[in-house]
């Protein structure tokens, strides 16, 4: 089944909702950065987060990014999505050992340990808009709660999930976010509250065959849920040799200068991808100043 995002309304439009089901987007960023188990699920929750959060943004060209700095072994991520639902991100670090943590499960927390997350978007305006949270768990679902609430003041509840096989490889991923707007009735709050505190994981969930429709009517059935768009995501990188080759022109004369002086081919990896591209040292000499 390819990924897809669905979009949703509930409670005469006071609630609005996202979720997503991302096996295939989380297990292709798994394959391009051989990731340990622990750092496949920090990543492949990302993915997921902020491929519905790219799912909000209205531009054709608007970009969001995701970084967060950490001081656990992880180190940090990158994640980058538009709007039309395609993802791509990186590891700082992809292989990561540590023992499950006190529920059994892979301990994403102590992968991150303390940090900052930066939420970066890019509308087409003079200047990104730049949100930055100080990491509450480490568990990528509780500290893009967390952020949604203090940077954009928008009250929401994400539930993210990666269950990974025993081979290494991806078994489920996908998740949820609900978010109240200003003219929610108290009552509503009240129930949607108790309802999110008592559901199953995502992980748990998707296992069971839920598809993201059936999440969200497992969370909000009682309200009235009406599904507004399905949208494909996956994990798409967009690097090429050309803007490779733009970046490499950027360099000063004298680096340019110290790389052609070897005369041997250099080989240069996108980081999102980890795609090869090769440039001899004629290509260097072109692309010299």
Do not use: W
Request: hydrophobic letters at 40%; one cysteine or more; a negative charge.
């Amino acid at each position: 089944m390819n990924d897809y995002i669905v979009r949703a309304t509930a409670a005469d439009s006071s609630i609005r909702a996202f979720a997503i089901t991302s096996k295939n987007m989380v297990e292709e960023a798994r394959v391009h950065h051989d990731t340990s188990p622990v750092i496949t699920a920090a990543l492949g929750r990302l993915l997921s987060g902020a491929s519905m959060m790219g799912s909000m943004m209205k531009g054709e060209k608007d970009l969001l990014t995701i970084q967060i700095e950490c001081s656990g072994p992880a180190k940090g991520f990158t994640v980058t999505a538009d709007s039309t639902g395609h993802v791509k991100g990186f590891p700082k670090v992809p292989v990561v050992d540590l023992p499950l943590n006190k529920n059994g499960k892979l301990d994403v927390g102590g992968a991150l340990d303390l940090g900052v997350m930066s939420v970066i978007k890019d509308l087409g305006l003079k200047e990104p808009y730049v949100g930055q949270t100080v990491l509450q768990t480490g568990e990528i679902a509780e500290d893009l709660t967390y952020y949604f609430a203090t940077s954009e003041q928008v009250p929401s509840a994400v539930g993210l999930g990666v269950l990974v096989e025993r081979d290494g490889s991806v078994k489920q991923a996908g998740g949820f976010i609900i978010q109240l707007m200003p003219f929610t009735p108290d009552d509503v709050i009240d129930k949607l509250e108790k309802k999110i505190s008592e559901i199953k994981s995502v992980t748990e969930m998707l296992e069971e065959g839920n598809t993201p429709e059936q999440i969200l009517d497992i969370v909000l059935g009682e309200f009235g849920v009406e599904i507004t768009d399905t949208i494909p995501t996956a994990f798409r990188c967009d690097c090429s040799k050309e803007r490779v080759s733009r970046a490499l022109a950027t360099l000063n004369r004298k680096d340019m200068d110290d790389l052609i002086k070897d005369d041997e081919p250099i080989e240069v990896k996108c980081q999102f991808c980890n795609q090869a591209y090769e440039f001899t040292v004629d290509d260097l000499k072109a692309l010299r100043k």
